[in-house]
């Protein structure tokens, strides 16, 4: 499991503009109105080799009202759930009572979570010594950066990553295939695992959020064994409540780091919705095996045309994550949750595959001989050979005389072939072309 690093701070001191540098995007929103991220947004991150979680949360206040009382206590869970935190504050307002209050609640509540001290927008020598007053909070080392000009933000990230557990020092490999359960609330979840293990050890309710933590589980199937996580539903943004629902969001987004293969349950009856696919796209984002399962299938009424055109239907959704399997399932009839199983296992093996280069190589001739790349400006494209990148996901890179001639019709036409020729269904693959 990759570390996760909270951001914490008030609001409007630059948490937002710091994530946006460390994770080098541009996902979490920045805007000087205090208050906009209201809730916390993940996202991976590497320093020197080393890969981690950064987590943005939205800044606590004094403020007496609903969104305020809210965010601070969504500011707290993930505080706790965090394995380190970067306490932000700004130089330029100044050392505030809310400041220091927090500090305080740091260093009670957390004493023994490691914890670093940053006072950001220090942007000149007069700002740096004005950043000493800082030092009353009680960290006496804290580090003076520029989120918005990245000083001092190296010199930081060199001491978290040296915090983190030593990598090599992990005990044997699990042999164990790790399965996340994973939906919207409502959607069997439960249901499932308690079908599988043949248990009552889940709650079972058709109050949406009755589980409300990720529990693991372990099971054989044909000498295989499996680590079952059953996670709490993630809701609408929109409709977590403060407190409880959120703290099982943010272990469902966990529990998708976790695991090998995403189980990823919907309900026949509702059908695809938004957040299903955000969920989807959450785990191809990280390069995990996915298994789409309909559950409930025992309500709908059918005919032998049905699951096709569901499946037509929710294919036309998902539209570029097509690789992605479907089955229909019933946990209450225990219909096909052992052949979900069994597939499960096909898409981790698929996804551990080593393909050999000369393997790829004949499969690279056959398909340009069939069907050529064409290019717009006249030049020829030139794919001279290709190789799998070691990686915990297949990679595959190819070279050729100049990676802009490619059309991205093209690649998604390789990438077809490739699932076709090596079994690859339910596996995310990644396509990189450089120049040889």
């Not at 996760?4 to 541009?26: D, E, H, W, Y």
């Amino acid at each position: 499991m990759k570390p996760l690093v909270a951001l914490v701070g008030r609001p409007n001191v630059g948490k937002s503009t710091l994530f946006n540098r460390i994770t080098r995007q541009k996902t979490a929103i920045v805007d000087s109105t205090p208050g906009v991220t209201r809730d916390r947004h993940i996202s991976p991150a590497d320093w020197i080799g080393r890969s981690f979680l950064l987590m943005d949360t939205g800044g606590y206040s004094h403020d007496n009202d609903t969104i305020s009382q809210a965010m601070l206590e969504q500011t707290m869970l993930a505080i706790g759930e965090a394995d380190m935190i970067i306490f932000m504050t700004d130089v330029r307002s100044g050392l505030t009572y809310l400041d220091l209050d927090m500090a305080k609640l740091l260093r009670r509540e957390f004493p023994d979570k490691p914890i670093f001290f940053a006072v950001n927008k220090v942007e000149t020598p007069q700002l740096a010594i004005e950043g000493e007053a800082f030092r009353k909070t009680g960290f006496t080392n804290p580090y003076f950066i520029s989120a918005r000009e990245g000083s001092g933000v190296a010199d930081m990230l060199d001491d978290i990553v040296k915090a983190f557990p030593d990598a090599t020092a992990e005990t044997e490999k699990d042999p164990a295939v790790r399965l996340a359960v994973i939906g919207r609330p409502n959607v069997g979840k439960s249901s499932f695992v308690n079908a599988l293990l043949g248990t009552g050890r889940h709650i079972v309710s058709n109050i949406p959020g009755t589980t409300r933590d990720a529990i693991d589980s372990r099971f054989k199937r044909n000498g295989q064994e499996f680590l079952l996580i059953d996670t709490a539903g993630l809701r609408k943004r929109a409709r977590i409540d403060p407190g409880i629902e959120f703290y099982s969001s943010l272990r469902t987004e966990k529990a998708i780091e976790r695991c090998d293969v995403a189980l990823v349950l919907l309900d026949a009856v509702q059908g695809l919705e938004k957040q299903e696919l955000k969920i989807i796209q959450m785990a191809a984002e990280r390069h995990k095996g996915i298994l789409l399962l309909v559950n409930k299938w025992d309500l709908i009424e059918k005919d032998s045309k049905t699951s096709k055109k569901y499946s037509d239907r929710m294919y036309g959704d998902l539209g570029n994550l097509s690789w992605i399997p479907i089955q229909f399932v019933s946990a209450l009839t225990r219909k096909n949750l052992f052949r979900a199983i069994d597939t499960t296992l096909d898409i981790h093996n698929s996804r551990q595959q080593q393909i050999s280069t000369s393997e790829l190589n004949r499969f690279l001739q056959e398909i340009l001989q069939s069907a050529p790349p064409s290019s717009k400006s006249g030049r020829e494209l030139k794919i001279k050979y290709m190789t799998q990148i070691k990686a915990p996901w297949p990679v595959f890179a190819f070279f050729c005389n100049d990676p802009t001639l490619l059309q991205s019709n093209y690649k998604r036409f390789i990438e077809k072939q490739l699932r076709k020729a090596f079994n690859l269904e339910g596996v995310p693959i990644s396509l990189r072309f450089m120049r040889k």
